[in-house]
DNA sequence: TGGATTACGAAAACTGTTTTCATTTTCGGC
DNA sequence: GCCGAAAATGAAAACAGTTTTCGTAATCCA
């Protein structure tokens, strides 16, 4: 079996999983529960990668063409506020939104060329943090890396530019 | 002498670098050198920190009362391209820049309880990151690194947040 | 000093996001 | 199953930060 395909079915129970961990919040909240919200998380929880409003809202709309952007930040605010999601700002102006993935915490690196996005975890790294913060009486409470470049092997970068799928998550 | 004393003075002559620096790109671009120009770069260079466009506006108002944000703004975009200057975004959704500190290349500590910002350099760091880079056949052309937590003397804390300095650069 | 070029300032435009408001939907209690 | 209070929706307006426009003014080289 490719891994893959392993990965989507996995992905699929770990969807479940977040559509219920969402129900629940919802109703802890007492809020109500809609068929718009539904349709914006299982659409959110299906994408892959570090998603804008406006690429959520796409998709949506090919579910629901009535859905509008004032749902989908309400939405989004709410995902975050549920803990399931991630608001994520690149500097490109524009808020990224990011169910948490297999890792739960991440650092990034953006490949200025295709638009990749690749997440990657190094205990070393957060240690050294933690001990620099230390030496200054600081304590930290999250923090945030971004390495911005290029992938080196340019093949492959220019592959995924012309897969159009830039700005994408790592697949 | 007191070390404050002693950055003060280092900084003034800094500053008189930077201005020639400036004036130097401009005449390169073909550019015209104006009053405004002048008041608000020099504006710029006196101040010290992570300065928001509002805030250079208003220091820059008390000399020439007639400059407007399009003005500051301009004259940023110009100080970013000379290479003088660095925009920073923390997620609070406006822009802050940044003359080029003592230390070259530095990341920052935020405290979320005072707003104050701290530059730190760690070249621990910086070698983890560029192999971490390797590893993943990654380039990297520059990077961010921000740690959010809180001063942990937070009699000091306090007192910066009642002298009313937050989100002012470490002094 | 003239005149082409660039800069200025006020206001309008723009972008991403939030809020408003009138209408519709949800859902616990009957 | 229906009522009604509470919450959600969608379209449009409002908003904040930033950029652009446009008519006027300043710069600076020949």
Redesign the pocket.
């Known amino acids: 079996m490719a891994p893959v395909k392993k990965f989507r079915e996995l992905d699929e129970n770990l969807v479940r999983q977040k559509e219920a961990a969402f129900a629940d919040f919802?109703q802890k909240k007492?809020?109500?529960?809609?068929?718009?919200?539904n349709t914006i998380i299982s659409t959110f929880f299906r994408l892959r990668g570090h998603i804008?409003?406006?690429e959520l809202l796409n998709q949506v709309k090919q579910v629901?063409p009535?859905?509008?952007?004032?749902?989908v930040?309400?939405?989004?605010?709410l995902l975050v506020e549920s803990g399931l999601v991630e608001e994520r700002r690149f500097g490109d102006?524009?808020?990224r939104y990011e169910g948490h993935s297999d890792v739960e915490h991440h650092d990034h690196m953006i490949c200025l060329e295709c638009g990749e996005i690749f997440e990657f975890f190094n205990p070393r790294l957060e240690a050294l943090q933690e001990s620099l913060a230390e030496e200054n009486n600081f304590q930290i409470f999250r923090h945030r890396l971004e390495l911005y470049g290029a992938c080196k092997d340019k093949d492959a970068c220019q592959k995924r530019k012309a897969r159009g799928n830039a700005a994408a998550g790592a697949e």
Do not use: D, M
């Open positions: 919802i007492g809020l109500k529960t809609t068929r718009q919200r804008s409003v406006e629901n009535r859905i509008g952007y004032a749902t930040y309400r939405t989004l605010h102006g524009l808020a």
